[in-house]
């Protein structure tokens, strides 16, 4: 077991005794309201005034239960992480890992505030999360420093991709797509960037297909993370 260091997650904090009246919400009451209004109107219309109207409750009462914004980022995030679906592990580490990112892609379309939080801490269905990606690398046999850098890496990459595919952009238009850079190739020597744009195979000659691009980058990953082909 790692050794438990101090901390101040409001998971813990909830189960304190606190004078006064007993509390009447939720912390799960509180996260559901929270991603309602985000979902609706976006992390900035998200204010303890706002959530207060939406609990119907005052302000000053929410600090019964949470400190402030980073709280509530926490709060909203934890929520999210309920949706997982977690199929049974077939020991098919790819198979297993498109699964999960599949289903947090799918997340950032339905919460496209998730690209904008950083949660302070991870809660009971983060951690949920966590533990279902361990038990899929597990056929990796990997060391545990290697396992959480794994978990990072393909979390990380499901971020970026479903981020800037929510946005409405290509997901190979970054720097203005290739169409946009076969056209400045003119304005410079840029041999190598010539050839690739000039064969049969240039990349602005062929649809992009975003499920293909997404799934690339998974077995990119899982090449390196795990030698994974």
């Known amino acids: 077991m790692p050794s438990a260091e101090p901390t101040n997650?409001?998971?813990?904090?909830?189960?304190?005794?606190?004078?006064?009246?007993?509390?009447?919400?939720?912390?799960?009451?509180?996260?559901?309201?929270?991603?309602?209004?985000?979902?609706?109107?976006?992390?900035?219309?998200?204010?303890?005034?706002?959530?207060?109207?939406?609990?119907?409750?005052?302000?000053?009462?929410?600090?019964?239960?949470?400190?402030?914004?980073?709280?509530?980022?926490?709060?909203?995030?934890?929520?999210?992480?309920?949706?997982?679906?977690?199929?049974?592990?077939?020991?098919?580490?790819?198979?297993?890992?498109?699964?999960?990112?599949?289903?947090?892609?799918?997340?950032?379309?339905?919460?496209?505030?998730l690209a904008q939080v950083n949660p302070s801490g991870l809660g009971p269905n983060g951690l949920r999360y966590l533990d279902h990606m361990v038990e899929v690398l597990a056929p990796a046999r990997l060391e545990p420093a290697a396992t959480m850098t794994g978990i990072a890496m393909l979390s990380g990459w499901v971020t970026v991709f479903a981020t800037q595919e929510a946005s409405g952009r290509g997901v190979l238009e970054t720097g203005g797509g290739a169409g946009h850079i076969a056209a400045m190739l003119r304005l410079g020597d840029y041999p190598h960037l010539t050839a690739l744009f000039t064969g049969s195979d240039a990349p602005e000659r062929h649809a992009v297909d975003n499920d293909s691009v997404f799934r690339a980058g998974i077995d990119a990953l899982l090449f390196g993370i795990a030698g994974v082909r």
């Open 9 to 113: 997650a409001l998971w813990l904090r909830a189960g304190d005794p606190k004078p006064g009246p007993r509390p009447g919400l939720r912390l799960d009451d509180i996260a559901a309201a929270c991603v309602r209004l985000a979902d609706a109107d976006g992390i900035r219309a998200l204010s303890m005034r706002r959530l207060a109207e939406e609990l119907g409750t005052g302000a000053a009462s929410l600090y019964r239960y949470v400190t402030g914004k980073d709280d509530l980022v926490s709060l909203m995030y934890d929520r999210v992480a309920a949706e997982y679906e977690f199929a049974p592990v077939t020991g098919d580490l790819r198979a297993d890992v498109l699964s999960v990112a599949e289903q947090a892609r799918a997340m950032y379309h339905r919460h496209s505030w």
